[in-house]
């Protein structure tokens, strides 16, 4: 035991049915220190940090809080223990004051009223005690982001946080707001307060921290004492898996003289100047971290969200699709990354969800053909191997393999040309993978174009025939499939 | 599996309500199962039954139309006013009335659907409004002297049965119509099950929503209008509370107060059964305040049924 040492997680393990999210990871924060957390999409650190806050139950494990043992912690617990997090989310209440903020469910008393000049000189304290200059009578909700963050801060000093978990502080940030939190961080560093920093921001890593950690797959990789360590050693960390899974293999089957899709200086919903061509009957791979800006894209070219400026030219002419709807009727498809909350409606039966989009189509003075509705949704049960004891079962009762299923029979049924898929495999299990990938091979031979968003590097390697890198809402790079290579990519992705 | 036997069971469950609700006023009074009686009930659950069918649609999508009653008292006020002091024929009254209605409706929709206001506090708003209109149209007094074919359509019998269950009957028929084959009724529980994947499947929620208030409005309107024939006077007070009683017809009959579920043949249910409640309680001297307690009592009951049905399906997911 090691008295330097204010957390310690020993041989954390969490298992979901099916899914095995961290395996036997420890690590140690000395007092005082900055630790960075880093890894790719699903490496895990959120489920880490979780179970500190007591937010996840680790299936084994100790977490070790100043020399106490937990087998798991609860949120009382940590606080109780001096483990805060900051989320990218705050909890904070924009009608009440920073100050009364500060006090939420624990404000000072005099009598059965609030004492809100007590709270205001306390809480102009606590600010100071960061070096920040707050109004405490200001409501939150009228403050920047950055000191929307800093109060939230105060608020775990002020209740005797140690140990300070940040999970992405930078990323709703400007550049001048992450100088004012890296200079706070320092400060709390001398104070004695450790911070445990998640960041995909390779930079801000190097400047800040005193030791990563790298996980990948749930897995404790290695530490590394920043100073002594290089850009280059922690992408190879980061994304150095061997590639096991095999993807389905199929024909060459891209026209490169037919361009469907066509974007060009394409700006808004959080992107800038995305430009790129697709060709007929090829596979192209958006690759990038969460927050990318990808799914925004993908909401733009489907009409979700307006662009606000650029061109989008679809089969040669250019379009402007204001709704789903205007995107749907020109041949676009959307497989969001939200299965149950965007994709399939689940109280609504397999039959009506493969109809749903074509429904003005199938009917002759709204009244549906009925025939022709059980024939489509049939023809899609057959051909897609959709699993389900009839099409009139309700979308609810299905697995989620078959649930992507009856989205893709959708817009198949729509006669779509251009499929984006969002994440398409997220929380399915293998064996429905490979259905899935074996399904995408199909579509790109029938001539359909897809364009592939996803988080897991090797599904993005093994099914595209041309990646395209996003960074915080810019187009990174492009790779072509012979120059595929995790480093190259990750290295785009962190925009370093 | 188990989730298909709960379904037949609440499927089903509302019909056997029904039935013991119906036998046990049977076996109370003996008035109660006459033939005279059973269509003065059937008489009178018909403007519920006909305002039921556009609640449903609304009810489907998750809103809730609480103008209904208004827009019945203003049509009452707008149709007398017109065929007795301007002179319109009675089929001009009943289309211009209609139109009103299918207005107001509108209105509705579009606070709901563009402006994105609370159903709850857009159509509290116009049943203010619109329950004042009809009051100061009226001058606070009732309007009658109708042609004597105006009564038809809530005296009149076809054969044995009464003119206005004849209309209940189309209009419930042509809400399972649109319910069950129309394209507008798959998009009612695609958009009350779920509005942003119905949106990101092409269906324009806004226009949906738009035009289920709209036929609310026009089914209120045409419940008003049986209502002005049955008492031959258009009262400045006729809707007051309607919409209350509409409301309990539909949660009884198992259509969800969160949307996306429900059928028209169980809302036919839940309208018998509130008019055999009232009659009954009619009946049997109940006053008027213990009949509010005992509906009052109703809804709670349904809703509650749908909350805890909620809650077990969504531990479920």
């Given at each position: 035991?090691?008295?330097?040492?204010v957390?310690?997680?020993?041989?954390?393990?969490k298992?979901?049915?099916?899914?095995?999210?961290?395996?036997?990871?420890s690590?140690?924060?000395?007092?005082?220190?900055?630790?960075?957390?880093?890894?790719?999409n699903?490496?895990?650190?959120?489920?880490?940090?979780?179970?500190?806050?007591?937010?996840?139950?680790?299936?084994?494990?100790?977490?070790?809080?100043?020399?106490?043992?937990?087998?798991s912690?609860?949120?009382q617990?940590?606080?109780?223990?001096?483990?805060?997090?900051?989320?990218?989310?705050?909890?904070?209440?924009?009608?009440?004051?920073?100050?009364?903020?500060?006090f939420?469910?624990?404000?000072?008393?005099?009598?059965?009223?609030?004492?809100?000049?007590?709270?205001e000189?306390?809480?102009?304290?606590?600010?100071?005690?960061l070096?920040?200059?707050?109004?405490?009578?200001?409501?939150?909700?009228?403050?920047?982001v950055?000191y929307?963050?800093?109060?939230?801060?105060?608020?775990?000093?002020?209740?005797?946080?140690?140990?300070l978990?940040?999970?992405?502080?930078?990323?709703?940030?400007?550049?001048?707001?992450?100088?004012?939190?890296?200079?706070?961080?320092?400060?709390?560093?001398?104070?004695g307060?450790?911070?445990?920093?998640?960041?995909h921001?390779?930079?801000?890593?190097?400047?800040?921290?005193?030791?990563?950690?790298v996980?990948?797959?749930?897995?404790?990789?290695?530490?590394?004492?920043?100073?002594?360590?290089?850009?280059?050693?922690?992408?190879?960390?980061?994304?150095?898996?061997?590639l096991?899974?095999?993807?389905?293999?199929?024909?060459?089957?891209?026209?490169h003289?037919?361009?469907?899709l066509?974007?060009?200086?394409?700006?808004?919903?959080?992107?800038?100047?995305?430009?790129?061509?697709?060709?007929?009957?090829?596979?192209?791979?958006?690759?990038?971290?969460?927050?990318?800006?990808?799914t925004?894209?993908?909401?733009?070219?489907?009409?979700?969200?307006?662009?606000?400026?650029?061109?989008?030219?679809?089969?040669?002419?250019?379009?402007?699709?204001?709704?789903?709807?205007?995107?749907?009727?020109?041949?676009?498809?959307?497989?969001?990354?939200d299965?149950?909350?965007?994709?399939a409606?689940?109280?609504v039966s397999?039959?009506?969800?493969?109809?749903?989009?074509?429904?003005?189509?199938?009917?002759?003075?709204?009244?549906?053909?009925?025939?022709?509705?059980?024939?489509?949704?049939?023809?899609?049960?057959t051909?897609?191997?959709?699993?389900?004891?009839?099409?009139?079962?309700?979308?609810r009762?299905?697995?989620?393999?078959?649930?992507?299923?009856v989205?893709?029979?959708?817009?198949?049924?729509?006669?779509?040309?251009?499929?984006?898929?969002?994440?398409?495999?997220?929380?399915?299990?293998?064996?429905?993978?490979?259905?899935?990938?074996?399904?995408?091979?199909?579509?790109?031979?029938?001539?359909?174009?897809?364009l592939?968003i996803?988080?897991?590097?090797?599904?993005?390697?093994?099914?595209?025939?041309?990646i395209?890198?996003?960074?915080?809402g810019?187009?990174?790079?492009e790779?072509?499939?012979e120059?595929?290579?995790?480093?190259?990519?990750?290295?785009?992705?962190?925009?370093? | 599996?188990?989730?298909?036997?709960?379904?037949?069971?609440?499927?089903?469950?509302i019909?056997?309500?029904?039935?013991?609700?119906?036998?046990?006023?049977?076996a109370?009074?003996?008035?109660?199962?006459?033939?005279?009686?059973l269509f003065?009930?059937a008489r009178?659950?018909?403007?519920f039954?006909?305002?039921?069918?556009?609640?449903?649609?609304?009810?489907?999508?998750?809103?809730?139309?609480?103008?209904?009653?208004?827009?019945?008292?203003?049509v009452?006020?707008?149709?007398?006013?017109?065929?007795?002091?301007?002179?319109?024929?009675?089929?001009?009254?009943?289309?211009?009335?209609?139109?009103?209605?299918?207005?107001?409706?509108?209105?509705?929709?579009?606070?709901?659907?563009k402006?994105?206001?609370?159903?709850i506090?857009a159509?509290?708003?116009?049943?203010?409004?619109?329950?004042?209109?009809?009051?100061?149209?009226?001058?606070?007094?009732?309007?009658?002297?109708?042609d004597p074919a105006?009564?038809?359509?809530?005296?009149?019998?076809?054969?044995?049965?009464?003119?206005?269950?004849?209309?209940?009957?189309?209009?419930?028929?042509?809400?399972?119509?649109?319910?069950?084959?129309?394209?507008?009724?798959?998009?009612?529980?695609?958009?009350?099950?779920?509005?942003?994947?119905?949106?990101?499947?092409?269906?324009?929620?806004?226009?949906?929503?738009?035009?289920?208030?709209?036929?609310?409005?026009f089914?209120?309107?045409?419940?008003?209008?049986?209502?002005?024939?049955?008492?031959?006077?258009?009262?400045?007070?006729?809707?007051?509370?309607?919409?209350?009683?509409?409301?309990?017809?539909?949660?009884?009959?198992?259509?969800s107060?969160?949307?996306?579920?429900?059928?028209?043949?169980?809302?036919?249910?839940?309208?018998?059964?509130?008019?055999?409640?009232?009659?009954?309680?009619?009946?049997?001297?109940?006053?008027?305040?213990?009949?509010?307690?005992?509906?009052?009592?109703?809804?709670?009951?349904?809703?509650?049924?749908?909350?805890i049905?909620?809650?077990?399906?969504?531990?479920?997911?």
């Amino acid at each position: 035991m090691n008295e330097e040492y204010v957390l310690q997680l020993q041989h954390i393990s969490k298992e979901y049915p099916g899914v095995q999210a961290l395996k036997d990871v420890s690590l140690e924060v000395k007092k005082g220190e900055i630790l960075a957390l880093i890894g790719e999409n699903g490496a895990g650190k959120s489920t880490l940090i979780k179970t500190c806050s007591g937010a996840v139950i680790p299936t084994s494990g100790k977490i070790i809080v100043n020399g106490k043992e937990f087998s798991s912690m609860s949120p009382q617990l940590a606080a109780e223990n001096g483990i805060a997090i900051i989320y990218q989310e705050f909890n904070n209440v924009k009608g009440l004051s920073a100050a009364e903020n500060l006090f939420l469910g624990n404000p000072i008393k005099n009598g059965i009223l609030i004492d809100r000049k007590a709270m205001e000189k306390e809480a102009e304290k606590a600010f100071a005690q960061l070096n920040i200059k707050i109004d405490p009578k200001k409501l939150c909700g009228d403050l920047t982001v950055g000191y929307q963050q800093m109060v939230e801060i105060a608020k775990a000093i002020k209740q005797n946080a140690r140990v300070l978990i940040m999970d992405e502080p930078s990323a709703p940030l400007t550049s001048a707001e992450v100088e004012s939190m890296f200079k706070v961080c320092e400060l709390l560093k001398s104070q004695g307060v450790s911070i445990i920093y998640i960041s995909h921001r390779l930079d801000e890593i190097f400047r800040l921290s005193d030791r990563i950690v790298v996980l990948r797959d749930g897995e404790y990789i290695k530490t590394l004492i920043t100073k002594d360590s290089h850009v280059d050693e922690l992408i190879r960390l980061m994304v150095g898996r061997e590639l096991t899974e095999t993807y389905p293999a199929r024909p060459d089957c891209i026209r490169h003289d037919e361009t469907v899709l066509e974007l060009q200086d394409v700006t808004g919903n959080g992107d800038t100047n995305i430009s790129f061509k697709l060709h007929k009957g090829e596979v192209l791979g958006l690759g990038g971290l969460v927050g990318a800006g990808r799914t925004e894209l993908a909401q733009m070219l489907f009409g979700a969200v307006e662009k606000t400026s650029g061109k989008i030219i679809f089969k040669g002419k250019e379009i402007h699709p204001r709704s789903p709807r205007q995107a749907i009727d020109a041949g676009i498809a959307l497989v969001p990354e939200d299965r149950k909350r965007h994709g399939a409606l689940l109280g609504v039966s397999v039959k009506n969800n493969i109809n749903m989009a074509i429904y003005n189509r199938i009917s002759k003075l709204s009244v549906i053909n009925s025939k022709k509705e059980l024939e489509t949704a049939n023809s899609y049960k057959t051909n897609l191997l959709i699993k389900t004891p009839s099409v009139n079962q309700l979308v609810r009762n299905l697995s989620g393999g078959n649930q992507q299923k009856v989205i893709l029979g959708k817009w198949l049924a729509a006669n779509s040309e251009l499929i984006i898929f969002d994440e398409p495999t997220r929380g399915i299990d293998v064996g429905a993978k490979f259905e899935i990938y074996s399904l995408i091979n199909n579509l790109v031979e029938q001539g359909k174009s897809i364009l592939l968003i996803s988080s897991e590097m090797e599904e993005l390697m093994g099914m595209s025939d041309r990646i395209i890198v996003l960074a915080e809402g810019k187009m990174t790079g492009e790779l072509k499939r012979e120059s595929f290579d995790q480093n190259a990519i990750m290295r785009l992705a962190s925009a370093v | 599996m188990k989730n298909t036997i709960m379904n037949q069971i609440r499927d089903k469950a509302i019909w056997l309500v029904l039935v013991v609700l119906f036998i046990a006023f049977a076996a109370a009074n003996d008035k109660f199962v006459s033939a005279n009686n059973l269509f003065t009930i059937a008489r009178q659950v018909s403007m519920f039954g006909i305002a039921a069918v556009g609640m449903t649609f609304v009810i489907l999508i998750g809103g809730i139309d609480l103008a209904t009653g208004s827009i019945i008292t203003l049509v009452n006020v707008v149709a007398a006013y017109l065929m007795v002091k301007m002179n319109f024929s009675i089929i001009a009254a009943i289309i211009t009335s209609l139109m009103l209605a299918t207005l107001i409706g509108s209105l509705n929709g579009f606070m709901v659907a563009k402006i994105k206001m609370p159903a709850i506090i857009a159509t509290f708003a116009t049943q203010i409004i619109f329950e004042g209109a009809a009051y100061i149209m009226s001058g606070g007094t009732p309007i009658y002297g109708f042609d004597p074919a105006f009564k038809m359509i809530g005296q009149g019998y076809v054969g044995p049965v009464p003119v206005p269950v004849i209309i209940m009957a189309i209009t419930f028929a042509v809400g399972a119509f649109i319910l069950n084959k129309t394209y507008f009724g798959r998009y009612f529980y695609a958009v009350g099950g779920n509005e942003e994947a119905s949106r990101l499947s092409g269906i324009k929620v806004n226009s949906v929503k738009f035009m289920i208030y709209a036929l609310s409005g026009f089914f209120a309107g045409l419940a008003g209008i049986v209502m002005l024939s049955r008492t031959n006077s258009a009262q400045p007070t006729a809707g007051k509370g309607f919409e209350f009683d509409v409301i309990t017809c539909v949660v009884l009959g198992g259509v969800s107060v969160s949307g996306g579920y429900g059928k028209i043949s169980n809302v036919i249910a839940g309208t018998l059964i509130i008019g055999i409640l009232t009659n009954g309680m009619v009946l049997m001297n109940v006053s008027t305040y213990m009949q509010m307690v005992v509906k009052g009592i109703v809804l709670i009951l349904a809703v509650g049924f749908d909350s805890i049905q909620n809650k077990s399906g969504l531990a479920k997911a």
